[in-house]
């Protein structure tokens, strides 16, 4: 009787370890926040180092990841890791990915909450070919809310430079960069990105009306009306 007792109690304990493990198993499956499902973690579904191909490298590998709301009604998802945008890393990104461009030396950039402003120097025999790479750089780093400004004088990277310190609090900072955007203006911005898009991505009837202001520049005006 104990001994049938005994192999009971073991192989409930056995059960129950197979159970936690594969409990544990699954874990792993939906990482930190348990609704979040990341393709390189299914490794008995998925080869986490792509397709065999000969090349695969992490840099070749497309990325999927799928979050689901909790079931639980009112019990929303806390995710302490989230990711946010580091414009000091984007500018300086921005900055390394200009002077791999033709015929570009020099590159400084600054990266404000709505802005990228790009002084660089360059040798180029084609100025307006060499702005437009220089601009969809940016706009390949940056939310694509941003708006691009280039210049290709290098005399103009002592005033980008001096706001490297401020921040989007900072008093009348506002004004203060659209009159240095104003200067870089009159420097050429490459094509227009879109019919509904300006040179520098300015939109028409921007719900933000202050960043519209070369679409507003460039409206005619109004036809006069004989009395």
Known sequence: MRKALLAVTLSAATLAGCAQTAQDNNTDVYKRSGNTINVTDRNDLYNENGVPNGDDTRMNNFGYVRHQKSPVP????????MPTFNRERAADLISKLCTQLPNVNDAATLVTDEEVLIVYDTDTKNRHQTADQVKKTALS?????????????????????????????????????????????????????????????????????????????????PAKTSR
Not at 74 to 81: E, F, K, T, V
Not at 164 to 176: A, H, K, V
Not at 210 to 220: A, N, V, W, Y
């Open 74 to 81: 009112s019990d929303a998802n806390l995710y302490n890791n």
């Open 141 to 221: 780093v940056v939310p694509r809310y941003y708006h691009v400004y280039v210049a290709d004088d290098p005399r103009l990277m002592k005033d980008i430079e001096r706001f490297g310190r401020l921040d989007s609090n900072s008093r009348n900072i506002d004004q203060i960069i659209d009159t240095t955007i104003q200067r870089m203006l009159k420097y050429p911005q490459g094509r227009k990105l879109s019919d509904g898009e300006n040179e520098n991505g300015e939109m028409i009837h921007e719900t933000n009306d202050r960043l519209d202001r070369d679409f507003h520049d460039e409206r005619p005006a």
